[in-house]
């Protein structure tokens, strides 16, 4: 529905008193009848509303306005109302002439003197010394009762506050005497063991020794055995029955000459050994870096060699924001290291060779024309220096490694893609000793060894509209051309129509192929045969798809044509003359037209026909076509970059710190 219609209908008499009797009867519901007067200013308010919100809002439906007409004069009135009640029932007069503000001025200065007049203090009474005689109080004995229970019961609270408060001090008290208890039982231990090795001892003999005594008897008493002393250890002689009528010769009952001593398992014997620093260790995160992935529907100031990332943006999405983003947080970075580089193996320009017999564009001039190519990255400084400030500017540079391509038996069609490593250099970025706290951002240029960026060529392109064949041979349309354009079978071969049934005629057919335009000429090596293609922000006005014959028609369409997994070029074309269109490039390599395959049903179910979106798809398209909503872009997967990083960060080590206790 266009602006006039709506313009016509809503100041139109019909409208103006279905709106007034509305408000007449919601006012009269809330607030009773309404007076003559009260009537009228409803009805200027209804008129004042009525040209304030078409002047604001008059590109909206009818019922949209209505209701907003509604709603604010209600609102309106409602305040009209509210100020009326209030004034209604005030006076005035006395408001005005207020005793306060109108006095004689002899009642004034009276009051005035009055109030300066200063004023003593009266003397308190006298208090009464006398004892009274009269029990007017509670008997002393109950007094006594109450002021007994009132200590027990504050001796009680103090007794539990005081167990709950010595609760920690009694465990505390407890384990250390747990703890001296161990330590007293080791020590007897260790006090009988050295007096049973000192009875043992033999005693002292005035003869004189042959021989010099033995050492090892100073610590472990006298080793018979190994002296050969008429056996004296053999022959109970050193026992003699005192100790246990030679127990010492008998092993089975005798002690050992060497008491072990008892080991009790005490805390202290649980070694745990403190670190005496920190440990870390090192993570390394893959970082990749696609253009694709940038926000090419509103952006068109940044290509695929020209971009800038930011890392844990505000918001909670990828695609929030005129640049791209990575949810990622790196803390404490080590170092950065750039690993590859996939760069398009597009050619950067379109070469014309005329002669006087033909005009040749199909010279390619990629990157492997180039000695290298070098990344800087602003916010990363790296060891690189060279005869020029790019040089030293650089991040990496980047040679030739490998490359591969979809279908290299295809004339004209994408030349792959190329990658490209930092060969036997080193290109990192190290910080030391201190690690870099978080990074922020990456701003990315891939240039040229003379500083120029490696191609300036969008790889995005606003998309003027989409034609369809009809049954004819001149399609009708108001975009981008004010002309009908001729689908001839020499002009163009795509303009094919697949018929709806077996032996029925092209005219009640579908369009098997379909005409996307550009705003501006490409090239053909922007895009060819073979790439894909991505289309966003395709739709159309909501008068169009809410109409009630081609509205369904026109949603199907659009949510096809902006399907995230894109469509690919079929070829090119180009219009020679505004109502023509011819197949191919003109004689500089240009084109302004795409064209892609149309949607087919079900293969599965043997079907070989074109999905029909609704009846006369072609002249739908060409009737709303003026209704196409802006932005619309197509964006080149095929030209596309993908940067590689490695980022090591530095985390703490909890390991070390796991570890067994030592036990005896």
Not at 234 to 242: F, Q
Not at 303 to 312: A, E, G, I, P, S
Not at 530 to 545: K, N, V
Request: hydrophobic residues 35%; neutral net charge; proline residues 6%.
């Amino acid at each position: 529905m266009s602006k006039a219609p709506v313009k016509a209908v809503f100041f139109s008499e019909q409208n103006y008193h279905t709106l007034r009797t509305v408000l007449v009867q919601d006012i009269q519901e809330k607030n009773g009848p309404l007076t003559s007067t009260q009537q009228t200013r409803l009805s200027k308010t209804l008129e004042h509303y009525l040209h304030q919100i078409y002047d604001k809002q008059g590109d909206k439906p009818l019922p949209v306005l209505n209701k907003e007409v509604l709603g604010t004069c209600s609102k309106d009135f409602a305040q009209y109302l509210q100020r009326h009640e209030v004034t209604k029932h005030t006076d005035v007069v006395k408001t005005v002439m207020d005793e306060s503000l109108f006095q004689e001025t002899s009642q004034r200065f009276e009051r005035l003197a009055h109030e300066r007049q200063e004023v003593k203090a009266l003397p308190p009474a006298i208090p009464d010394f006398r004892i009274s005689l009269s029990e007017d109080g509670p008997p002393a004995a109950e007094m006594y009762e109450r002021a007994k229970k009132q200590r027990e019961w504050e001796a009680l609270r103090a007794q539990n506050e005081t167990a709950k408060a010595e609760a920690g001090l009694q465990g505390r008290i407890h384990a250390d005497s747990a703890f001296r208890a161990l330590q007293d039982s080791q020590n007897r231990s260790t006090e009988q063991a050295l007096v049973l090795r000192s009875e043992r001892r033999p005693q002292t003999s005035d003869m004189p020794l042959a021989i010099l005594p033995d050492r090892r008897e100073l610590l472990m008493g006298p080793i018979g055995s190994f002296d050969g002393q008429n056996g004296a250890v053999g022959n109970g002689a050193v026992g003699n029955g005192a100790v246990g009528n030679g127990a010492v010769g008998n092993a089975t009952t005798g002690l050992p000459l060497m008491l072990p001593i008892q080991k009790a398992d005490l805390p202290q014997n649980n070694l745990i050994r403190e670190t005496p620093h920190i440990n870390y260790r090192e993570i390394e995160n893959n970082l990749f870096l696609y253009s694709a992935d940038r926000d090419w529907l509103k952006n068109n100031k940044e290509n695929r060699y020209q971009f800038t990332v930011n890392f844990d943006p505000a918001s909670n999405g990828q695609n929030f924001g005129p640049t791209m983003a990575s949810q990622q947080k790196f803390k404490n970075i080590v170092r950065i290291e750039l690993v590859k580089a996939i760069l398009p193996g597009e050619s950067l320009s379109v070469t014309v060779n005329r002669s006087t017999s033909d005009v040749s564009t199909g010279y390619q001039d990629n990157i492997l024309n180039l000695p290298y190519v070098s990344l800087r990255v602003a916010e990363l400084e790296n060891n690189n220096y060279g005869t020029d400030n790019f040089l030293d500017r650089s991040f990496g540079v980047l040679q030739y490694d490998d490359n591969w391509v979809s279908d290299p038996t295809q004339k004209g069609s994408t030349k792959g893609f190329l990658a490209m490593i930092p060969k036997f250099l080193k290109c990192q970025k190290e910080y030391y000793p201190t690690p870099l706290s978080t990074l922020q951002k990456m701003t990315v240029d891939i240039r040229r060894p003379n500083g120029e960026l490696v191609s300036t060529a969008a790889d995005t392109f606003d998309v003027a509209g989409i034609l369809a064949p009809q049954s004819g041979s001149v399609v009708g349309t108001t975009f981008p051309f004010t002309l009908p354009i001729t689908f001839g079978s020499t002009a163009s071969a795509y303009n094919v129509m697949v018929p709806s049934t077996s032996g029925g005629s092209a005219a009640n057919g579908s369009p098997a192929n379909f005409y996307l335009f550009t705003s501006t000429y490409f090239s053909k090596f922007e895009m060819c045969n073979g790439d894909r293609i991505l289309i966003s922000g395709y739709t159309y006005a909501e008068e169009a798809l809410n109409d009630a014959t081609y509205g369904q028609t026109l949603r199907s369409f659009c949510q096809w044509v902006n399907r995230a997994e894109g469509h690919v070029v079929l070829g090119a074309a180009y219009t020679p003359t505004p109502t023509t269109l011819q197949d191919g490039f003109n004689d500089v390599g240009y084109a302004n037209a795409l064209v892609f395959a149309a949607r087919y049903e079900d293969p599965k179910t043997g079907s070989v026909l074109p999905h029909s979106f609704g009846p006369s798809l072609g002249s739908t398209l060409n009737a709303f076509g003026a209704g196409l909503v802006t932005p619309v872009r197509v964006m080149n997967l095929n030209k596309q970059v993908t940067l590689v990083f490695r980022i090591i960060t530095r985390e703490m080590n909890s390991l070390p710190g796991l570890r067994p206790e030592n036990t005896f």
